[in-house]
């Protein structure tokens, strides 16, 4: 595939990375792995509408991000200042019975519903196309799930930019390819990955769902809280030994 004449810069100013960036999809996420990092959010530097902190020998964090264009314009630009593998934190919304409010996912696949993967995969794939994690990144956050104790389930989700056009037809049409789950950014961020040949790999906490073909929103619920604390815990754990 022929390069994009935008491309994204290294600048005069830009930071050099080390290897390691963790992109939280929330701010609520974000602040609470500066808090895990020790590390003030009033740092750093802003990249696009997102914060960036980096510290000499230790991964670069960057949030909020929502959506897979914005998500896939963030991974270009810290791929492009030295970053190669890259952890994702999100929220999802169950579409599996088999998931409820505050159960953590690992992705082990993503399918695609959104407009950014397409063009990072050669025109004869066909639509709702299924990318992959990196198996690297995939096995690490793995580890770190099981080691803080956090209980979590794997499977795959469904990536859609169509927030407010999850109609039950959609649902279970991506419940009967295997998703478990529907979110905004991850199926773009392992296509990029691929694309790219860089690591990234996501772990992902139930905030709300839709299994039963309506929507139970989840955010104020203890469970969601729990599972959310659980998740950054395990991400910021994690971080100490990439």
Request: aromatic share 8%; net charge positive; glycine share 10%.
């Amino acid at each position: 595939m022929e390069e994009g004449i935008v491309r994204p810069l290294r600048g005069r100013y830009s930071p050099q990375l080390g290897p390691v960036a963790v992109m939280a999809a929330t701010r609520t996420d974000f602040d609470d792995l500066c808090r895990l990092l020790n590390r003030d959010p009033k740092n750093g530097r802003r990249l696009f509408t997102s914060r960036l902190l980096t510290k000499d020998g230790e991964p670069a964090l960057v949030g909020p991000i929502v959506g897979a264009p914005y998500a896939v314009m963030v991974l270009e630009t810290l791929i492009a200042w030295g970053a190669s593998r890259f952890v994702f934190a999100g929220w999802c919304g169950a579409v599996s019975p088999r998931l409820k409010i505050g159960d953590l996912l690992l992705p082990d696949a993503a399918l695609v519903d959104e407009g950014t993967s397409s063009h990072y995969l050669p025109e004869a794939v066909q639509p709702e196309h299924r990318c992959l994690p990196s198996a690297d990144i995939f096995g690490a956050i793995e580890r770190a799930l099981v080691g803080a104790g956090a209980p979590f389930r794997k499977g795959a989700v469904w990536s859609t930019d169509g927030i407010y056009r999850e109609t039950p037809s959609r649902v279970c049409r991506f419940r009967d390819r295997g998703a478990m789950a529907v979110e905004m950014e991850v199926s773009a961020l392992f296509t990029v990955g691929s694309y790219r040949k860089v690591a990234v790999g996501a772990a992902l906490v139930v905030s709300d769902d839709l299994s039963e073909l309506q929507w139970v929103p989840g955010f104020r619920d203890p469970r969601f809280q729990k599972g959310r604390r659980a998740l950054c815990e395990a991400i910021g754990k994690l971080c100490l030994s990439l």
